[in-house]
Structure formats: structure tokens, C-alpha cells
């Protein structure tokens, strides 16, 4: 049976009434953005020599570049990641420099597309299956490892993303709240100030409660997605298996509009391409069919950190609206440059099968890509960073 023959299943009552849906939503989103909104307030007060090693760290591209995939892998999510980043970047009092910031959000690219990858191990016990599978899941890494191969280089030798997105920031004016003050800011701040008076008490010192800040306001970017997801999920998954299989039959231009669209709506690329894995084991997608869908959740996923810059206030604003800007760039050029292109647009593709056959051969492989690429090797030059 083929995807079209494939019936759609109806929508199912999730039992929620769609108001509380909207509300719980709604809610969610503030707390997310009073979250970056704090993260940027910690650091305000923290002083710059708390931050030195980090920033000296990170001013070396490739460790910078490790830094995001660890984070991401550690956390599970580019959108948790790459909203850190515009949090630190907009920060009021010692920013992170956005050269800094570029291979970190590059690094979150790479660091995301360990989950799919996870999901793929689910169809391990058999052959065929699991080839399909993890060939489908690891497109997703080549295609990110080529692009940072490509673009990386470019950014460092022209500054061609970051400028771009310095003079695209700069002519949206005060969308990222250096020129405008709008309610939701003013919100925002009315909402931070009792939980800021409550970690001084607490605290006893001012140290200690700008580290409590910067703890809690990553806790509230985390818990805030997850729960954002959780709750857009069971509304939106019969819709996403619909679109996603629609989009497989259709040009591949199409493909890549119905991963920007999938993942927009659960906020998450994760989601969208682990949704690819099990139909590619299935044998109900092929991996040229799945290709453009994954290359749309990489744009997709790039609208988090462009909603966390609109929390951003002070000063430095527009840096955080900048680096968003950085990571949005990034993805559609990475599009333009390898998948328009058949023999460049076979590299990935060509790497994730062989890479798969290989796995099949011998199941250790997989997960020493999967251990080692991920968290093995980011740690251990974070490690050497230091040490060195």
C-alpha cells in the first residue's frame, strides 16, 4: 500500500475543550518569554568577570561550535538552546558577542538532530527496517554538518550571516524593544519584579539571587517548551500525519513548505522529523521523500528564537533580534546552497545510506555515532578547552 492509498485517520477528541487549549497556550508563551526576558536581567547584575571564561571560551569558533551541540543534545532541543543564546546575546550588561553566538547556534543546528536519531534505535531488531529508519533520521545530521561545513567558514572569513542580520535587525526598528515599549514587555517586567523581590529574600545576597535568576529563568525556557509542545501536540498530530503525508507526494518544493509549516505549528523539529522515522521503517517514505521535509524543519524551527527576541529589552535588544536573525539566515542559505543542487544534494543523502548499511552490519556502530558524535566528542574538547 502506498502513501496515497494510505487512509487519513480523523481527528481525535483530545477532551480538552479548545478555549482551555488556547488559554493553557497563551500562558505557556509568557512563561517562555519571562523566561528569556530573566535570563538577560541575570546577567545584568552578574558582572562581566563571572562571564570572561565563558566568553574567552567560546571566542575560539570551534569550541563554540561544540558548545551548542552539547547543549542541545544535553537538553534535547535547539529551541530551549538557541533561546539561551538570544537571552545571553541581548543580555543589558556584558553580552555574549554574536561571533561568539554564530557557531553556538550552528552548533544547536547539529545538537537537535540527535532525537530523531534516538527514535530510529526503536526499530533496531530488524534489518530492513532499521535501515530505512536511521537512513531517513542521519540525513538530518549530514545535511547540518555540511552546511556548518560550508557556512562556517564563509561566516568567519565575510561575516555575511551576521552582517546581514545586523542590517535586517536594524530595519525592522524596535521590534526587538529597543525603540518600542510594548505591553507584553511591560507585562513581562510587572510579572519579574515580585519573583526577582522573592529570590533577594531568599538569596540574602545580590550574587546569589542573579545566579538563582539566571537558574530559574532556564528552568522556565525549558518547562515552558515542553509544556508548549505537550499541549499543541494531541491538537495538531492527526492534522501533522494529514499535511506530512500530502506533502510526500508532492514536489519537493512542497516538501520543504510542509516541514516549515509542521514544525511552526508544534514548535519543535523534532517532532516533525521523528515523525518521518516510523513511516520511513514502515517502507511508507522513501528518504528522498523525507529529505525536503527535514531541510523545512530546519527553517521551522528558527521562529522560537526569533519569539524569544521579541522578549528582549534594553539596550542590546537588537543583538538578541540579530543573532535570531543569524539562525533563520543560516538555514534558508544552507537550503539555497545544497538542496537545489542534485549533486550536492546527494552528499547527505549519499552519507546517511551508507552510514545506515553500515549500522546494519554492526548495531555498535550506531551507537557509538550517536554517543560519541554527540555528547563524546563535544565534551571532550570542551574538557581540553579547559584543561588547555
Not at 487549549?21 to 509568557?30: I, K, N, P, S
Amino acid at each position: 500500500m502506498t502513501i496515497s492509498d494510505a487512509p487519513v485517520a480523523p481527528a481525535r477528541p483530545s477532551g480538552v475543550n479548545p478555549l482551555v487549549r488556547l488559554c493553557a497556550v497563551l500562558a505557556l508563551l509568557f512563561v517562555f518569554l519571562l523566561g528569556v526576558n530573566g535570563l538577560g536581567d541575570g546577567f545584568k547584575s552578574l558582572g562581566g568577570g563571572t562571564l570572561d571564561a565563558f566568553f574567552a571560551a567560546t571566542a575560539n569558533p570551534f569550541i563554540g561550535l561544540m558548545v551548542g551541540i552539547l547543549a542541545t543534545t544535553l537538553v534535547q532541543s535547539s529551541s530551549v538552546s538557541t533561546s539561551l543564546i538570544v537571552g545571553l546575546v541581548a543580555a543589558p550588561v556584558h553580552p555574549l558577542p554574536i561571533m561568539n553566538a554564530v557557531p553556538m547556534i550552528m552548533g544547536a543546528n547539529i545538537g537537535t538532530t540527535v532525537t530523531n536519531t534516538i527514535v530510529s534505535m526503536a526499530h533496531i531488531g530488524r534489518d530492513e527496517e532499521f535501515e530505512r529508519a536511521f537512513a531517513v533520521a542521519t540525513c538530518h545530521d549530514f545535511f547540518n554538518f555540511l552546511a556548518v561545513g560550508i557556512l562556517l567558514p564563509l561566516e568567519l572569513l565575510t561575516g555575511m550571516l551576521s552582517k546581514s542580520a545586523a542590517a535586517l535587525a536594524a530595519s525592522l526598528g524596535g521590534i526587538g524593544g529597543v525603540e518600542y515599549d510594548s505591553p507584553l514587555k511591560g507585562a513581562l517586567k510587572a510579572a519579574l519584579k515580585p519573583v526577582k523581590a522573592t529570590l533577594e529574600s531568599v538569596a540574602g545576597s545580590d550574587r546569589l539571587a542573579e545566579i538563582l535568576l539566571i537558574i530559574l529563568s532556564g528552568i522556565l525556557i525549558y518547562v515552558a517548551l515542553t509544556l508548549l509542545v505537550a499541549v499543541m501536540r494531541p491538537a495538531v498530530h492527526s492534522r501533522v500525519e494529514a499535511i506530512v503525508s500530502r506533502g510526500l507526494e508532492k514536489t519537493p518544493l512542497v516538501g520543504i513548505i510542509v516541514g516549515i509549516a509542521v514544525t511552526v505549528m508544534v514548535q519543535s523539529s523534532s517532532i516533525t522529523t521523528s515523525l518521518l522515522v516510523p513511516l520511513a521503517g514502515a517502507g511508507l517514505l522513501t528518504l528522498a521523500q523525507a529529505f525536503p521535509i527535514t531541510v523545512g524543519a530546519n527553517i521551522g524551527t528558527t521562529v522560537t528564537a526569533l519569539l524569544a527576541a521579541l522578549a528582549a529589552t534594553g539596550p542590546n535588544a537588537v543583538l538578541g533580534l540579530t543573532i535570531a536573525l543569524v539562525h533563520f539566515l543560516f538555514n534558508v542559505a544552507a537550503t539555497l546552497i545544497i538542496f537545489p543542487w542534485p549533486k550536492i544534494r546527494q552528499i547527505p543523502l549519499a552519507g546517511a545510506q551508507r552510514l545506515a548499511a553500515l549500522a546494519v552490519q554492526s548495531r555498535r556502530w550506531a551507537l557509538l555515532y550517536v554517543l560519541l558524535l554527540f555528547y563524546g566528542v563535544p565534551a571532550l574538547f570542551a574538557v581540553l578547552n579547559q584543561i588547555l
